[in-house]
């Protein structure tokens, strides 16, 4: 059998949710009765690796759009959840709820009740950008902006060219020099001069007009599915449209992987998945019912304590995000499966 431990090249070694990160019939969750099960702590500084900060790759700011076509496979968790991930890491962070009149990031990072301005009272001239830019006080370095109030209509004129300006306005606000975050969330003072390292776009689902303002301003996507054929289908057209508008890095996360479901081959394994969509893997996110207990409080996944396996896999995929780097699917051999008969003894 082939797992993580003894495959050269790797570089998120000892994980302990294997099914997280290969495929096709993946084995169980570790069970309590193995030996040699390292202890919690060395699981977590294992998997975080906090023996180093990532390195960060690319010019800054790197302007992230996170999409899917598909609604439902959790654009907007993610966004959250790597977001806090990235300003945990040290890296300023601007969030961006590019979903009109629909939007839903505010909720999921427990920031409703501090959204006073959006982009359209910037555009309108009624506010300044700053004023638009809701900080989260767990993390000082991250910031939420969302482009418009619930059931609002934009502006006619408003697309993809406003949505670039938004962008340049924010490149705009300091030299590039980092993140000032201290990572205790009391940071010094405003980030309002400096330019942001990651700008994230929480995309629309769909493909019209929203999808199109979206991804205009983008270099790079995280493209979220799950391992169902009509998200697969979806996700395969967004990716032709997002190469169509030139954005060549795209990665993948498969968010909602169910290692039971796999194993008993009622749901697709990542490494299939990875071979229909031929993207990186930037990283699977196990099923997890923790997730809607977290979004009904506001408190992204990656912040609880202890950490969730979905949370550790966000953390994992955000640390790639960073360094541009990607995971491999690795098949499993396969366990025999019994014949109808052998329940007659046959």
């Given at each position: 059998?082939?797992?993580?431990?003894?495959?050269?090249?790797?570089?998120?070694?000892?994980?302990?949710?294997?099914?997280?990160?290969?495929?096709?019939?993946?084995?169980?969750?570790?069970?309590?009765?193995?030996?040699?099960?390292?202890?919690?702590?060395?699981?977590?500084?294992?998997?975080?690796?906090?023996?180093?900060?990532?390195?960060?790759?690319?010019?800054?700011?790197?302007?992230?759009?996170?999409?899917?076509?598909?609604?439902?496979?959790?654009?907007?968790?993610?966004?959250?959840?790597?977001?806090?991930?990235l300003a945990r890491l040290g890296f300023s962070v601007v969030a961006i709820d590019a979903d009109v009149g629909l939007r839903n990031l505010d909720l999921l990072l427990g920031l409703e009740n501090r959204v006073n301005y959006t982009v359209v009272e910037v555009l309108?001239?009624?506010?300044?950008?700053?004023?638009?830019?809701?900080?989260?006080?767990?993390?000082?370095?991250?910031?939420?902006?969302?482009?418009?109030?619930?059931?609002?209509?934009?502006?006619?004129?408003?697309?993809?060219?406003?949505?670039?300006?938004?962008?340049?306005?924010?490149?705009?606000?300091?030299?590039?020099?980092?993140?000032?975050?201290?990572?205790?969330?009391?940071?010094?003072?405003?980030?309002?001069?400096?330019?942001p390292d990651f700008i994230l776009i929480d995309c629309p689902a769909g493909i019209d007009a929203g999808f199109i303002t979206a991804i205009t301003p983008a270099n790079e996507a995280v493209l979220i599915t799950t391992p169902d054929i009509t998200a697969l289908r979806d996700a395969d057209r967004v990716t032709g449209l997002l190469e169509c508008d030139g954005i060549r890095d795209i990665k993948m996360i498969v968010n909602r992987v169910r290692t039971d479901m796999i194993k008993g081959e009622d749901m697709m394994s990542v490494l299939d998945v990875q071979e229909m969509l031929g993207l990186p893997l930037l990283g699977v996110i196990p099923e997890d019912s923790e997730v809607i207990r977290s979004t009904n409080r506001g408190y992204p996944l990656v912040l609880n304590k202890p950490p969730t396996l979905a949370g550790l896999a966000f953390e994992q995929a955000a640390w790639r995000l960073v360094e541009q780097d990607s995971m491999q699917a690795v098949m499993v051999e396969e366990e025999p499966k019994r014949g109808f008969f052998s329940f007659f003894g046959g």
């Open positions: 059998m082939l797992s993580l431990y003894n495959l050269p090249g790797t570089t998120n070694l000892k994980l302990q949710f294997p099914s997280t990160t290969h495929l096709r019939h993946s084995t169980t969750f570790p069970k309590k009765n193995l030996t040699q099960t390292p202890s919690k702590s060395h699981i977590t500084k294992s998997l975080l690796q906090w023996n180093r900060k990532p390195q960060l790759a690319g010019e800054t700011p790197r302007v992230v759009v996170v999409t899917s076509g598909k609604g439902g496979v959790g654009k907007t968790t993610t966004t959250a959840n790597i977001g806090l991930s309108n001239g009624d506010c300044r950008l700053d004023q638009a830019l809701v900080r989260d006080k767990r993390w000082s370095n991250f910031e939420l902006l969302c482009i418009s109030k619930p059931r609002s209509k934009l502006p006619i004129g408003f697309g993809g060219k406003a949505l670039t300006w938004l962008v340049e306005a924010l490149k705009a606000r300091g030299d590039g020099t980092g993140g000032t975050g201290n990572g205790n969330g009391s940071g010094s003072g405003s980030n309002s001069s400096v330019c």
